[in-house]
C-alpha cells in the first residue's frame, strides 16, 4: 500500500521564506544566501553541544571495552555514515570492523539512488542482527526528517540487543518522538530548496560525524596533543606527515626520524 502519510509540518519539508524566489536570483545572490543560510550549522551544532558530548564519551567506553560503532542511515545520510566509518582506518589506523557504515541499499546506494529501499523498517533490523550487534556496541540512526523507516527499524532492532543507540536527526522531538539514549536534534532550519536534505541537514550531519568519531578516537588515545600519531603510513603524503610529527615530537632530523620509522614499521 502507498504510504500517504503528511510530511509537511516537519522542519526539513517547510518552505524557506528567505529562498523564495530562488529561481530569479543571479548566482552571485545564491551563493550568499548558501553562505547566509549554512551559519546555521554551526548554530546547531552549539546548541546540541552536550549531548555531542555524551555521545562521545559513551562511545568511547563502549569501543574501549570492545564493543563497535555503527551508523544506520538511507539516501543522504547513510553516504555521510559510510564515508565517516571509511576514513576512520586511514586516520586512526583502526580495524575496518571497528566502525562500520549501514545505509539502505548496500554498496549500490552510495553510487546510484536507492530512497525506495528506505521505507522498510524489517530491513534496518535486519541489518542489525546480519552484524550480530550487541549490548557492547553503539547504534546511530542518521535521518534528516527523523521519520525513515529504515533507520527506525534498526535503531529499534539495537535497542532490543542491549546496544546504546543514538539518533541523529534536523527535527525537533515535538515533531518526531523516539526511545533512544542520546537525542541528537540538529535545527537548522527549512532549507534553500525546500526539502532537499542534503543541503544544510547534510553539512550539520557531517559536522556532527567529524566532532563524535574524532573525540572517540582522542578518548582511546589515537591522537597525541593533536597530533594523528596512530595513522598508518600508506602512501606519500602519510609518509611526509608521519616523519614531520616524528621530527616536531623528538627534536630529530628528517633522516634520523626516517630511520626510527622504518624501525617501527618491521616491528
Known sequence: MTDLAERGHLLTEQVNLNSQNLDQMSAVEIVDLFNQEDAHTIAAIANARLLLA???ER???ALHQGGRLFYVGAGTSGRLGVLDAAECPPTFCTPPELVQGIIAGGAGALVRSSEGLEDRAEDGSQAIAQRHITNLDVVVGITAGGT??????GLRAARQRGATTVFIACVPQTQVRLEVDVDIRLLVGPEILAGSTRLKAG???KLALNILSTGVMVKL?????NRMVDVAVTNSKLL???LRILQDLTDLDRAAANLLLEKAIVR
Open 203 to 205: 553539512t550539520v550531519t
Open 59 to 61: 562511545t568511547a567506553q
Open 54 to 56: 555524551e555521545a562521545i
Open 148 to 153: 525513515t523507516p529504515y533507520v527506525q527499524g
Open 240 to 242: 611526509d606527515r608521519a
Open 221 to 225: 588515545g589515537k591522537v597525541y596533543g
